[in-house]
Nanobody
């Protein structure tokens, strides 16, 4: 089970840090990542990190602004979001995939946390 939190309202240019805490099982051998869905749009990939943390992917739209990290001891993955833009407004979902950090077959989804960026 995954629970995402940390969303909220922030002004453009500001920062937020999302967290995704896993419970019920250990996710240390799962790739973890984040997707987002903006109003009226399809869900899109944001970023992913391999189980060891050695491999990371970002969508082009967030490169240089977002940073994903994980703490396997705490069963938690983080998403640091800086220089936020209005187009980052979305519900953010964390995901866990045992097959790898391409997140091609997500095994578990978090419930989502809303990020609203005001311009």
């Amino acid at each position: 089970q995954l629970q995402a939190f940390g969303g909220g309202l922030v002004q453009a240019g500001g920062s937020l840090r999302l967290s995704c805490a896993a419970s019920g099982r250990t996710f240390s051998r799962y790739a973890m990542g984040w997707f987002r869905q903006a109003p009226g749009k399809e869900c899109e990939f944001v970023t992913a990190i391999s189980w060891s943390g050695s491999n990371i992917r970002y969508a082009d739209s967030v490169k240089g602004r977002f940073t994903i990290s994980r703490d396997n001891a705490k069963n938690t993955v983080y998403l640091q979001m800086n220089s936020l833009k209005s187009e980052d407004t979305a519900v953010y979902y964390c995901a866990a995939d045992r097959s790898g950090y391409y997140l091609s077959s997500v095994d578990y989804w978090g419930q989502g946390t809303l990020v609203t960026v005001s311009s």
